[in-house]
């Protein structure tokens, strides 16, 4: 399953040079990828499978650790914005500012914490 950690982090570059460019949606759907294939993984690496869905709320739920369950509610309003970012960002014409796709940046690099 480390091939989900290592798309992780291609992901987490995609979205600094996303970001680097000033192309603030694609920095927040790389973002969106980065965060559910970095859960993904965490949750293989604990029961040796991960679920297919993108639904980063039950992803953070289904890790069983109770220090990513708070790291999710105390971000719980921008993970919702990362999540809606995954399907807006696809399918709809959609902007963000410089300041959201920071946040969601710094948001990403920090859970990226929990798997280095």
């Known amino acids: ?9 291609k ?24 965060v559910q294939l ?17 639904s980063l709320k039950l992803l953070f739920e289904l890790t069983g650790d109770d220090e990513l369950m708070n790291f999710y509610e105390e971000n719980v309003d921008l993970v919702r914005e990362i999540e809606l970012a ?3 960002t696809r399918y709809t014409e959609v902007d963000y500012t410089k300041g959201v796709a920071e946040r969601a940046l710094q948001l990403a690099k920090r859970l990226m914490e929990v798997i280095s």
Request: aromatic share 20%; hydrophobic share 45%; net charge neutral.
């Open 1 to 9: 399953m480390d091939f989900l950690k290592r798309n992780a982090l």
């Open 11 to 34: 992901f987490l570059e995609e979205a600094q040079e996303s970001f680097n460019k000033g192309d603030y949606a694609f920095t927040m759907f790389f973002v969106e990828q980065a």
């Open 38 to 54: 970095t859960l993904k993984y965490l949750i293989a690496r604990r029961f040796g499978d991960f679920p297919r869905t993108h």
């Open 86 to 88: 995954y399907i807006a």
